[in-house]
């Protein structure tokens, strides 16, 4: 009873400091002014930022028309019906969500993350926090990824589980087109065949039903939304690796390359798929880190969420060089603000500073995919070629081959 | 990608690796070596710095023949009798007969009121003139500007300053070459009303003339003829460099023009230019000015930083010598012709560099890496302690009760770092002079180093956790200033060393103390900027917080937000007991 009670005063301590506390003093201090329009590169694209949520709803509220929103429908006809003090507090709730599937998620049995150890990672994650304190609508896309996964997980519970994944991975694709291959992903968590054609056949009814919803509502969307993200139209600095190519490129050949880059980032969708058969929640978060890397919009945000995932899905032992990747990220984490005010503030710097550390960045990204697939792989080698007798010993040479810089 | 592979793999067996991991206090201080001697060492000596060039061709610096000459030497004198029996007189009524005299030439002109009310300059109030000379070529969308302020930087009458600027402004009103507006700014003092100018003229301020590409502050404090040299400084606010194109472009014309010239005070063309000791004087001399850019007294170029302001201070120093005044009149003359001929920005890449004499310059390439490998020499610390936890090599659980203590000691640290400011202004409420406030704060410093065990000790996981977490907060600090401002982030990883000392083991208490103190972020740049000022001053601290205020200048939140909190943490972590074993690491060496 008494470890109730501790839970229940913990639990309100945390929604205090981190839900009302914690924004207060950042409005106190001017936040704003100080410190998050530095940063506001590495979390904003015009696509999920909250000015232009902002922009639509005045849009749609005064002028009638609406034909340059940068953001989906349904997501701003939402926000329309809610105060605007109030804002904040929907985003607030939907991480708390977030929270809670991130918790009741099974994780693999090689891992050993306990349920308080997932707290305190999800909790102290600073990217997490700041694009919520940011409100960007990576929040919402988050959080459908991690409900999608878990009622794909525990899809024999009930038999509508099937139906609520196929639904929440439809609404995620429905935000940002490039989760898309999720929803493929996904498919390897259903044995049978039967679920996994309810599961088609229902994501793909859902998504059609929120485009149609849309396209009633407004249907400029499909040119200002979909299309300008997926053929880079709003062409801003962000952290990703295409603005720096579009701007150097002549007009006549953007169209190849857009062609070639989209297919680079999803190129990996069907080895992914066939490859991690019997992983598909690393799976995902493999293909995920993928195409964050190479899409047109990223933003650090979703390393937030990579990140996370990282450390409480995989197995940290057999992940060699962590000090090197977790240098690398955060000094780039560092220097790309820094080097953004250079150019675009101070002047003094140009836009080469910038791009360069986004390919450190990118590299260190690289790095994080690559230890998610090496701790995949090593396991999968120790399960398949290992009996439980030779496991013990396995678990002392694979210390014995730890190398830990 | 095989080869590396192949290479890693027998970096891991021959347990390289491991013999590196027990070397890093050791590797630490060899870095440290090698970034200082790479700064004091190698950037001065012979390969490593070009001749300074124009990089910018439409530049031309002195292809037109300077016009200011023994014609206006009558004019410029008149003016400079007016002025200096203006002297008398309160600002308002030399702003106003000054006006009239502007008004007269055909220049648009205003007062701008500025009034600080900050606490810690309490109710300045001060006026500025100035007036914008419409060129005839001209959009109205670019702009020069010439600065003369009243009183110059070390609080004497800018007579021939004044005088020159006034003359210069009704010489160029004859002229129809201007294809930028310029724009005449006479304030009070060097200081805050000039910076307050630029800030209201970015803002609301009732006439302006485009976006200002170039500023030149002349500084003629003298009533004589003649002066002996010219002395240019440039280094801004915050690690700002006007671009090197525009500094040479002076230098340039300065020479062209017979005047002997110094940078940053130095009077250094008495000794030859290939002198190493001579270079290294400059790059010392410049790595201080752009580390304590903004609390030295402001020359008047620091005003424009921040903004793409190309701003250099023109300073006349020495009564009688083969130029004359009308010759430092040529020099702000041909660089806003100079500054005249361009069509687009000043090049990029041109706005990182050191100088090691008036026309000698290292780009940022051979510069920087001394301040990567003092950030990678805290890193290195930083991993030391991470591996002394051995969190990496066990399994045991991260998060138990030590780590969460140093994440709170941690999160503490910072709260008390940024409120630090909070607690100064706290001190200034209590009567006491600025002198006073500067001795109670560094006796405070002491007072921490040695009584803060008995309040706390932490126990040896967390000790080793709150080195780390120190030892990175610095690094990345630094990593952040690098490119921001290289003579705050070098200055500040040298003098922040002691630290990485006092957390050896084997140091006895009074000398782990000792080296605490000598690292604390106020006790270092007090005595640091004593020296460099050649007494003691006390009001520093006023000063760093009152620039931050009204000028933006960054060293005071800097300086809290990184260096003392891992001070902070150093000190508390220094407490804890010593018992710590290397039992992972033995584990892994068996």
């Not at chain 1, 139906?163 to 935000?175: D, E, N, P, Q």
């Not at chain 2, 090197?244 to 940053?264: F, P, Y």
């Amino acid at each position: 009873m008494a470890s109730f009670y501790t839970n229940g005063l913990f639990i309100f301590i945390y929604i205090t400091t981190r839900y009302f506390l914690f924004p207060h003093l950042l409005k106190m201090f001017n936040a704003e002014q100080m410190m998050l329009q530095y940063i506001d590169v590495l979390f904003n694209t015009p696509f999920i930022s909250y000015k232009t949520l902002k922009e639509c709803i005045l849009f749609t509220q005064f002028k009638n028309n609406g034909s340059n929103l940068n953001q989906m429908p349904l997501y701003v006809s939402l926000f329309v019906n809610i105060p605007e003090q109030l804002h904040f507090y929907m985003f607030a709730l939907i991480d708390m969500l977030t929270l809670l599937y991130f918790l009741k998620l099974d994780i693999p049995h090689c891992v050993s993350t306990s349920l308080k150890t997932k707290f305190w990672i999800y909790l102290f994650n600073p990217l997490i926090f700041l694009n919520l304190i940011m409100r960007t609508q990576f929040v919402f896309t988050q959080f459908f990824i991690i409900m999608a996964l878990y009622y794909c997980q525990n899809y024999k519970l009930n038999k509508y589980h099937v139906y609520k994944a196929s639904i929440s991975i439809a609404i995620a694709t429905y935000l940002d087109i490039y989760n898309i291959g999720l929803a493929l992903i996904c498919l390897n968590f259903f044995k049978k065949f039967n679920q996994r054609k309810q599961s088609t056949i229902c994501f793909i009814t859902a998504l059609t039903l929120l485009y149609f919803i849309s396209y009633r509502i407004n249907s400029n969307f499909i040119d200002n939304v979909i299309l300008s993200c997926v053929l880079f139209k709003e062409q801003y600095p962000n952290i990703g690796l295409w603005w720096y190519f579009f701007t150097e490129m002549f007009q006549e050949y953007r169209n190849f390359f857009k062609f070639v880059f989209n297919g680079y980032s999803y190129i990996f969708v069907i080895p992914v798929f066939l490859r991690f058969k019997h992983y598909p929640l690393q799976g995902s978060v493999i293909l995920f880190t993928w195409i964050t890397m190479f899409k047109p919009y990223p933003t650090v945000g979703e390393l937030g969420f990579i990140l996370t995932a990282f450390v409480s899905w995989f197995d940290m032992n057999i992940i060699e060089n962590k000090l090197i990747m977790g240098l690398l990220v955060m000094h780039s984490l560092v220097l790309l603000p820094v080097f953004y005010h250079l150019w675009i503030t101070v002047g003094s710097g140009n836009s080469n500073f910038f791009y360069a550390m986004t390919l450190v960045y990118v590299i260190g990204l690289a790095l994080v995919l690559l230890g998610m697939i090496k701790s995949l792989l090593y396991n999968e080698y120790i399960s398949i070629n290992c009996d439980d007798k030779n496991h013990e010993e396995d678990k002392s040479d694979k210390k014995l081959n730890l190398v830990c810089v | 990608m095989s080869l590396l592979l192949a290479l890693i793999n027998k970096a891991v067996e021959s347990g390289i690796i491991w013999k590196i991991l027990r070397i890093l206090p050791i590797l630490s201080k060899l870095l440290l070596v090698i970034s200082v001697a790479l700064i004091f060492g190698i950037v001065p000596m012979d390969g490593s710095f070009r001749n300074t060039y124009i990089s910018e061709n439409a530049l031309m610096p002195n292809q037109a023949y300077s016009q200011f000459r023994e014609t206006e030497w009558n004019i410029v004198r008149g003016f400079r009798n007016e002025i200096s029996s203006l002297n008398i007189w309160n600002l308002d009524v030399r702003n106003r007969i000054v006006r009239n005299w502007l008004d007269d030439f055909g220049l648009e002109t205003d007062l701008f009121q500025t009034d600080f009310n900050s606490p810690f300059s309490n109710g300045l109030k001060s006026e500025v003139l100035y007036g914008v000379l419409n060129g005839q070529r001209c959009d109205g969308t670019e702009a020069m500007l010439i600065a003369a302020p009243w009183y110059n930087s070390e609080n004497n009458y800018n007579v021939g300053g004044v005088s020159v600027a006034v003359a210069l402004t009704k010489f160029f009103t004859n002229w129809p070459v201007w294809s930028k507006n310029i724009i005449l700014v006479i304030p009070e003092t060097p200081g805050f009303d000039l910076r307050a100018w630029v800030e209201s003229y970015h803002k609301d301020l009732k006439i302006t003339g485009g976006s200002i590409e170039t500023a030149m502050i002349l500084d003629y404090a003298m009533d004589s003829d003649s002066f002996d040299h010219l002395d240019v400084e440039y280094i801004g606010l915050n690690g700002g460099l006007p671009n090197l194109d525009m500094v040479n472009t002076a230098i340039h014309v300065a020479e062209n023009e017979g005047v002997k010239v110094s940078i940053n005070g130095m009077q250094s063309f008495s000794k030859p230019s290939n002198e190493f000791k001579n270079r290294l004087e400059h790059i010392a001399v410049g790595l201080q000015k752009m580390a304590f850019a903004g609390l030295e007294p402001l020359k008047g170029h620091e005003a424009f930083s921040g903004w793409r302001i190309q701003a250099i201070t023109l300073k006349a120093v020495g009564h009688g010598g083969n130029s004359d005044i009308t010759t430092f009149g040529r020099i702000p003359e041909a660089v806003t012709r100079s500054v005249n001929n361009l069509l687009e920005k000043f090049h990029q890449s041109f706005f990182f560099y050191l100088l090691l004499s008036p026309k000698l310059f290292v780009s940022i390439a051979n510069y920087i890496p001394a301040a990567i490998i003092l950030s990678v020499a805290y890193a290195a610390m930083a991993i030391h302690s991470i591996l002394k936890t051995g969190l990496l090599t066990s399994n045991d659980k991260f998060i138990d009760i030590q780590s969460i203590e140093a994440f709170v000691m941690y999160a503490v640290s910072l709260t008390v770092s940024i409120l630090y400011r909070q607690f100064v202004a706290l001190i200034q409420n209590n009567h006491l002079s600025t002198q006073q406030q500067g001795k109670f704060i560094l006796i405070l410093q002491v007072f921490f180093v040695f009584t803060s065990y008995r309040v706390y000790v932490p126990k040896s996981k967390t000790k080793a956790l709150m080195q780390a977490m120190a030892f990175m907060h610095f690094s990345l600090a630094l990593t952040l200033l690098l490119a921001l401002n290289f003579g705050l982030c070098f200055g500040m990883g040298v003098l922040a060393y002691p630290m990485v000392l006092a957390v050896e083991k084997n140091t006895s208490k009074l000398k782990q103390r000792m080296f605490l103190l000598i690292s604390n972020p106020f006790v270092a740049i007090f005595l640091m900027y004593s020296f460099t000022q050649d007494k003691w001053s006390w009001d520093l601290f006023n000063i760093m917080i009152s620039t931050w205020d009204n000028i933006r200048c960054w060293t005071w939140p800097v300086v809290s937000c990184s260096w003392l909190v891992s001070w902070i943490l150093v000190v508390i972590s220094c407490n804890g007991e010593d018992n710590v074993t290397d039992e992972p690491k033995r584990t892994k060496e068996d």
